[in-house]
């Protein structure tokens, strides 16, 4: 089971850390993700991380603004996201597959959190 939080309302430019919080499995065995989705829109990947987090895949929207970290043992997962803008007001959602390869597709990960809002106000 995955579990978000850390969501809010924040104003334009500032600064929230996202948390996942992971059960049930051995978490090192899982490559772990960050997607979003906005209103209307389609489920955007956003980050992923491997196994032993010495590796992460950023989509370009969010490189060099938003940064994953895992702990495994703390069994969670983060998302700091700096600089904040109206654009990321989404539900963010962690992702968690057994995989060896980091994925970037909804298809690739099998277990999801239930998700945090994020508001950005301009």
């Known amino acids: 089971q995955l579990a978000e939080s850390g969501g809010g309302l924040v104003q334009a430019g500032g600064s929230l850390r996202l948390s996942c919080a992971a059960s049930?499995?051995?978490?090192?065995?899982?490559?772990m993700g960050w997607f979003r989705q906005a209103p209307g829109q389609n489920r955007e990947f956003l980050v992923a991380?491997?196994?032993?987090?010495?590796?992460?895949n950023y989509a370009d929207s969010v490189k060099g603004r938003f940064t994953i970290s895992r702990d495994n043992a703390k069994h969670a997962l983060y998302l700091q996201m700096n600089n904040l803008k109206p654009e990321d007001t989404a539900v963010y959602y962690c992702?968690?597959?057994?995989?060896?390869?980091?994925?970037?597709?909804?298809?690739?990960?099998?277990?999801w959190g239930q998700g945090t809002q994020v508001t950005v106000s301009s």
């Open positions: 992702a968690a597959e057994q995989a060896l390869m980091i994925g970037t597709t909804q298809d690739a990960y099998t277990f």
């Open positions: 049930g499995g051995v978490f090192a065995w899982y490559v």
């Open positions: 991380i491997s196994r032993n987090g010495e590796n992460a």
